[in-house]
């Protein structure tokens, strides 16, 4: 499993964990990401509304995702919530888990070219990359996309072995929004208000990293998609582009709104 330079994790974090005793005020679980240190789920946490038997929400060796609710290194605990976890927070640290675990693969990779440990690799480079990218995967897509983002952070010959493998490992992220703009004009030349509206707001937006789509629904929704390298540029990308629409438009007269897909 991945680890951290940190002994304990913040207040906040959402960390993988493992159940190992489910019992009738909760469940005790291991921090994997942090050397097995064990946290507790209070009853309370485990799930919104009344729960009448634990054990249909959560169960021995059952991996979940929880958030820090607080720690307290000198009990050696750490508090965890389940129920405070959302959805889309649990699918996205499922999938960093997987994803950091290829990249720690690459590192460990890395080290034996270099006839070093994993244990090595993060003292001298691991731990620098994740201080600064955020995770081990991150840090591979940078080297990914460019050979001189690692330079500087340790011995050249780690930064030439990890670049190498990321670039030949790594995809460059593509990630994908899309919404619904609903807009409309009584002015006789409305049709040609609304269609000016939409193209200068996708050139406005859109270059060489992101990716702006248009797509006609029905009278008066039409439908964006956005794509871009990271979840964050495809967001604001479509804020903007929506925005330069709907201020178009409400400007000749129109009237124009925005809804997010399902």
């Not at 995967?137 to 996309?145: P, Q, T």
């Not at 006609?216 to 804020?239: F, H, L």
Request: aromatic share 6%; proline share 3%; net charge positive.
């Amino acid at each position: 499993m991945v680890r951290y330079r940190s002994e304990w994790p913040a207040v906040g974090e959402l960390v993988m964990c493992t159940v190992t005793k489910v019992f009738p005020q909760g469940a005790f679980v291991t921090l994997d990401e942090y050397g097995g240190k064990e946290g507790m789920v209070h009853l309370s946490e485990v799930a919104s509304g009344w729960i009448k038997n634990i054990r249909d929400h959560v169960r021995e060796n059952q991996k979940v995702v929880c958030k820090v609710l607080a720690v307290d290194p000198a009990r050696q605990h750490v508090d965890l919530s389940i129920r405070r976890v959302k959805d889309s927070e649990r699918r996205w640290k499922a999938q960093r888990v997987k994803l950091n675990q290829r990249a720690e693969k690459l590192l460990e990779l890395a080290a034996s070219r270099l006839g070093k440990t994993l244990d090595q690799a993060y003292e001298e480079i691991g731990f620098k990359l994740q201080e600064k990218f955020g995770d081990l995967h991150s840090a591979m897509e940078a080297a990914a996309r460019d050979s001189n983002s690692l330079v500087g952070l340790a011995d050249d010959s780690w930064v030439k072995a990890i670049t190498e493998l990321a670039k030949a490992s790594i995809q460059s992220p593509s990630y994908k929004v899309s919404g619904y703009v609903i807009l409309s004009s009584l002015a006789p030349n409305g049709v040609e208000i609304i269609k000016s509206a939409m193209i200068n707001a996708r050139d406005s937006v859109r270059d060489e990293n992101t990716n702006v789509d248009l797509y006609y629904v029905g009278a008066p929704r039409y439908r964006i998609e956005v794509t871009a390298p990271s979840y964050k540029a495809a967001e604001s990308a479509m804020q903007r582009a929506v925005e330069l629409m709907i201020e178009a438009v409400t400007k000749a007269g129109g009237r124009g709104e925005f809804q997010r897909a399902d």
